[in-house]
């Protein structure tokens, strides 16, 4: 509501990146009058099935590594779902080695750099940032076990166009052409990107072209 009279629109757009992907959808299919289309990108479809793929994963990228600490360390924790205290550690354990597979940060790094580099944020924020992470976490993710797309959002009243990384191992790329596959909506359109989860300097440009010259221009109507 606040988005639409701020900028004196019937409808926005939704776009939704990585577990944020789980909101957008929830969105659009509870009220599919307020936007023009929902863009997803590194879309989250069946967490378990997403993360216990993930862990397998990592384990046999481990072993090909000849990393047997790691082998080790992922063998005692145990493929997800994880509860108790130490569930982030074993999360971002399996986690961290997927995005060495994908040639991406590993989150223990960025997680904490990314409040220090914007300079809206004043030292307290920076520590929070981090903190709120953490704790949003521990408590949203448990909640998020039971999503499944293809069987509870099969059906989408809004365009939808997916972004989908070719490499992407942390929103499986294969989970998310099988849920494209039989989602039914008023169009609907798969977009493959270079790389990994989300965005990166390779697939900027194309992100923002099709953006523009596709999505605006297809959904936005001309006045």
């Known amino acids: ?41 590194g ?13 397998e994963l990592a384990l046999n990228y481990s072993v090909e590594r000849g990393d047997a600490k790691m082998v080790e360390t992922l063998q005692r924790n145990g493929p997800p779902p994880y509860t108790g205290e130490d569930m982030l550690d074993k999360y971002v354990t399996y986690l961290d080695v997927l995005n060495d597979y994908m040639h991406s940060p590993h989150y223990t790094v960025i997680v904490p750099i990314i409040p220090f580099i914007a300079p809206e944020y004043g030292l307290v924020d920076k520590i929070n940032h981090t903190r709120g992470l953490i704790r949003s976490f521990e408590v949203v993710y448990p909640q ?37 596959n039989i989602l039914e909506a008023p169009h609907k359109e798969l977009i493959w990107l270079n790389g990994g989860h989300g965005l990166d300097g390779s697939s900027l440009g194309q992100f923002v072209d099709v953006m523009v010259n596709k999505v605006l221009a297809e959904t936005y109507p001309n006045k």
């Open 1 to 41: 509501m606040y988005l639409r009279e701020r900028f004196h629109q019937e409808k926005i757009y939704v776009y939704g990146v990585s577990w944020t992907s789980i909101l957008g959808v929830w969105l659009v299919q509870e009220y599919p009058e307020l936007y023009y289309a929902y863009i997803g990108n």
């Open 43 to 55: 879309q989250m479809v069946n967490i378990i099935r997403d993360d216990v793929m993930g862990y």
């Open 144 to 180: 998020l076990q039971d999503v499944d797309f293809t069987t509870q959002a099969a059906k989408l009243d809004v365009p939808v166009y997916i972004f989908a990384g070719r490499n992407d191992v942390n929103a499986m790329s294969s989970l998310v052409e099988e849920y494209f």
